[in-house]
């Protein structure tokens, strides 16, 4: 999503059953995606849109998660 849409991940959202929410959005043109992540499985995409913007203001850059960081699901 970073090459096509400029997009990056912005927050992970872990659930009770290993799963993940991971919102992707672009800074630059506010589109957005949000996909569910299962352990060992596929991503799924839920939705997209195209006017993300922060309600309150979000973490320093340097403690956001970004693209290339892995997900401890993931590795489980």
């Known amino acids: 999503m970073a090459e096509r849409f400029g ?9 009770g059953a290993r799963r993940v929410m991971e ?13 569910l992540t299962r352990p060992g499985g596929p991503s ?9 913007e922060w309600l309150d203001p979000p973490p320093p850059r340097a403690i956001r ?12």
């Open 7 to 15: 997009e990056r991940r912005q927050a992970l959202v872990p659930d």
């Open 23 to 35: 919102i992707f959005a672009s800074d630059e043109t506010g589109s957005w995606t949000l996909l």
């Open 44 to 52: 799924c995409l839920i939705a997209t849109g195209h006017v993300f």
């Open 65 to 76: 998660p970004t693209d290339q960081r892995s997900m401890a699901v993931r590795s489980a």
